[in-house]
């Protein structure tokens, strides 16, 4: 590797920890600085931005949106509530399944937040540690996205297909290997997780902060205004819109017009039917349009394109300008063991806490490198590494709305109680994602 290729991925390196020190916009900002860098000082020749990737996440977002502002999450939000106060000695196995089903179908691991208190009661009634299912619960909301068909990370994955002429690879071939591998590493991280720290009636330090008052007795959650009107209405209208993407991706005639040699592809497909669902939801629900851009659905997804706009920009533009070098480098290698690029895409998440972004900043490079598509979908679940470093968003939730104290971080900071159960999921998840690839394809 030559000389100025290494100060260019300096650059590279320089613009992702600006990037990830400022989080939020800040990544696809520094990814921009990053890239006129590259082209002042190396003459390096930008590639095209990943247009289609953001419009799809836009489309989708959009329809998540209309359907926050209507309410539909919050009618999603309870009946992921009825499910897990219904088995409240099962809450490590039931919490995650649902925590994982409803990003899943929602596309976003938001949801999470508003069902950490009703884990943390029904355990806490159960006589059950809740680090356990709040811990992987709040694992299994991000191992959800890399199977969900309505997730930015997954629209990621299917453009870049799109990009590089792969239009056969796509949703379909990602829900078939992804669903079962990330469920399999959810159940998995869920069985160990039941036997993580001791019960609450055998920890002392438990016990002793109980007696001494530093543990607010549990009592039900209080009640919540009752729902928007239309909120159950907007809920079934978005996932029938998720239910027509999975239809289309799964029978590519549907998307056939008359005399054409070959279907639709799947970002225009996703693109108008989530839009028009949106539309659809704006029109039946009378939905406020002024309320739509101050939800936080609206607000995570606009942070998510300009994250992708500018940091996968960067990094095609990279890898496109010096692929001569890099793949001859590293190519016999990744050929030898493909496994061993699922640890770049892990290690990269850490750094850059989006899925979304890891998948488009790497990807493209398993691409040049000849590993198989099949074996890039198998490893997608890779980039769940967010947990690593406990300062994402919905761990500290967790760790705040466990009023035990059992969901913590500990001494050493990498100790803390969601790494075993991610470390887990995402090994298993990668693992029987890989093994269904080679057997189906």
Request: hydrophobic content about 60%; glycine content about 8%.
């Amino acid at each position: 590797m030559t000389l100025t290729i290494m100060l260019q991925f300096v650059v590279v390196l320089a613009a992702i920890w600006m990037g990830a020190r400022s989080s939020g916009v800040g990544l696809g900002l520094w990814g921009a600085v990053g890239l006129l860098v590259l082209i002042v000082a190396f003459g390096i020749n930008p590639t095209s931005p990943p247009i289609d990737v953001m419009l799809i996440i836009l489309a989708v977002i959009m329809a998540a949106s209309v359907m926050e502002a209507a309410g539909g999450i919050d009618f999603l939000v309870r009946v992921a509530e009825r499910i897990i106060r219904a088995n409240p000695k099962y809450v490590t196995i039931v919490a995650p399944l649902t925590t994982w089903t409803f990003t899943f179908l929602a596309g976003t691991g938001h949801i999470v937040y508003p069902l950490l208190p009703v884990i943390y009661e029904t355990a806490h009634q159960s006589g059950i540690r809740p680090e356990r299912p709040m811990a992987v619960a709040t694992i299994a909301s991000q191992q959800a996205i890399t199977a969900s068909p309505v997730a930015a990370a997954t629209a990621a994955m299917i453009g870049l297909f799109a990009e590089k002429g792969m239009g056969q690879w796509g949703l379909a071939e990602i829900l078939m290997i992804c669903v079962p591998a990330t469920l399999t590493g959810v159940i998995a991280a869920a069985i160990v997780s039941m036997f993580i720290g001791k019960d609450l009636k055998d920890d002392k330090v438990y016990q002793e902060r109980l007696a001494a008052g530093l543990i607010p007795v549990s009592k039900p959650v209080e009640d919540r205004p009752p729902l928007k009107p239309a909120a159950k209405l907007s809920a079934f209208i978005f996932l029938s819109g998720v239910a027509l993407v999975v239809m289309f991706g799964f029978f590519p005639s549907l998307r056939t017009l008359d005399g054409a040699k070959s279907a639709l592809p799947m970002p225009i497909m996703i693109e108008i039917v989530m839009m028009s669902v949106a539309a659809v939801m704006l029109l039946v629900t009378r939905v406020a349009v002024d309320d739509v851009p101050k939800t936080a659905t609206l607000r995570a997804g606009v942070v998510a394109v300009i994250g992708i706009f500018g940091l996968a920009w960067l990094g095609d533009s990279f890898i496109a300008a010096n692929k001569d070098v890099i793949v001859p480098a590293i190519g016999d290698w990744a050929k030898a063991a493909p496994w061993t690029f699922a640890l770049g895409l892990f290690f990269a998440s850490v750094l850059l806490y989006s899925q979304a972004a890891t998948t488009r900043a790497l990807m493209p490079l398993g691409v040049v490198l000849g590993i198989p598509p099949q074996f890039l979908i198998g490893m997608f679940p890779a980039v769940n590494g967010y947990f690593f470093i406990p300062t994402y968003g919905s761990l500290i939730a967790a760790i705040n709305f466990d009023l035990s104290g059992t969901t913590r971080i500990g001494k050493y900071v990498l100790n803390h109680s969601f790494m075993i159960p991610g470390i887990v999921a995402t090994a298993v998840s990668v693992a029987v994602g890989i093994a269904i690839a080679g057997v189906i394809f």
